[in-house]
């Protein structure tokens, strides 16, 4: 009976008190404060579009830098590619044909580094106006090339090949270059190849 009883009285007690009770106020002003103190949505959009945006500005930058290199690297490419032609047109068939494995390995491979030297001491910024100019001479001449700067309106290096008979040993194709840095006075090695003791054929023949 006493279990009923206390069941019945807190149920009495309930109803007569309901509504009767008012939280304090400091609670609901907690609550406010609270909620602030989390974050409002303008935070939490800030905080996470923050993150996103730097991510999104490294990835152009980063996408717009391999552009430059790869645009950088097929210009010097394409100038090679040039004076690789230029220079197997000055030789002629008829030499090119006897000497074209020591021509490849390496005069070809001291022209690149030698190209890629210049252009690269020129900056990227001036490569789109450095070309390969010139036609190679004919008959006896030496000249295969010259790279020229556009902009500045002058050679900048001249690319030559020499033919040097040295009586005991024959006739040798000695490649080099010259830079406008001296006047395009100094000889600047890139390498020789042997031909024979018999007299080679003119340039171009």
């Not at 020591?102 to 005069?107: A, C, D, G, N, S």
């Not at 990227?124 to 006896?140: H, K």
């Not at 010259?146 to 005991?168: E, G, Q, S, T």
């Amino acid at each position: 009976m006493k279990l009923w009883i206390r069941k019945i009285a807190a149920i009495c007690i309930t109803i007569m008190t309901l509504g009767m009770y008012i939280p304090p106020a400091y609670l609901h002003t907690d609550a406010e404060e609270s909620k602030e103190a989390v974050s409002p949505k303008t935070d939490v959009n800030k905080a996470v579009t923050e993150p996103v945006a730097a991510k999104t500005e490294t990835l152009d930058t980063l996408d717009n830098e391999i552009d430059e290199e790869v645009t950088d690297d097929l210009f010097i490419s394409e100038i090679i590619d040039r004076a690789k032609e230029q220079t197997i047109t000055k030789l002629g068939p008829r030499i090119i044909g006897q000497v074209e494995d020591e021509f490849e390995t390496v005069i070809l491979p001291n022209i690149e580094e030698v190209i890629k030297m210049i252009l690269t001491e020129g900056g990227e910024d001036e490569l789109p106006y450095y070309a390969i100019t010139e036609q190679p001479s004919q008959g006896f001449g030496e000249r295969i090339f010259n790279l020229r700067d556009y902009r500045m309106k002058k050679d900048v290096a001249k690319f030559h090949v020499r033919r040097d008979h040295r009586p005991l040993d024959g006739y040798w194709f000695n490649f080099h270059y010259h830079l406008s840095n001296d006047n395009f006075e100094k000889h600047y090695e890139i390498g020789e190849i042997y031909w024979d003791k018999n007299t080679p054929p003119r340039w171009m023949a």
